[in-house]
């Protein structure tokens, strides 16, 4: 089985057009680990010459509901959304991840934004240190440049259109 540490690093997409403008959507409630995914994020939008905004929510439960609203809000080319959950003596921790991701993945889907998906689903609190140190595995880094790449893909089919 293949894990992150195995996978190639790769480069953020190209990105033709202007900078986008993107939404950072983040439940803060593992604040360190949470904030080392949006500093992974942020360098990468930097990168593109892109404009972020951030946004708070309660927790990881509320990630889609605040990411629905702001598509219908229509000021954004793509959305970033962080979290993370560890696992505790309950199955509480099942029932977020499961409704969580699939909320995120339904609005995904439904709408076609570009977004990029950051919740941290771990055993440990030491795993989600690893996924947001700033090193090759930050998965705030990996985030951003699969939003970009949506990003880049919509707007290459747009023209193609034209």
Not at 27 to 45: F, N, W
């Amino acid at each position: 089985m293949l894990s992150t540490a195995d996978a190639p690093l790769r480069a953020a997409p190209e990105l033709s057009g202007p900078p986008p403008r993107v939404l950072v959507i983040q439940a803060p409630y593992y604040e360190a680990v949470v904030g080392g995914m949006v500093d992974g994020a942020l360098a990468i939008l930097a990168g593109v010459g892109a404009e972020a905004e951030i946004v708070d929510v309660a927790g990881a439960f509320e990630l889609p509901a605040a990411l629905r609203m702001a598509i219908r809000a229509g000021r954004w080319d793509g959305y970033l959304v962080f979290g993370c959950v560890v696992k505790g003596e309950t199955d509480h921790y099942e029932h977020i991840c499961r409704e969580a991701c699939r909320g995120v993945m339904d609005i995904s889907v439904e709408t076609l934004a570009p977004i990029g998906f950051g919740l941290l689903t771990v055993q440990t609190l030491e795993q989600a240190i690893a996924r947001s140190s700033p090193d090759r595995h930050n998965k705030g880094v990996e985030a951003a440049n699969a939003m970009i790449g949506q990003i880049a893909l919509a707007r290459r089919l747009a023209e193609s259109k034209e």
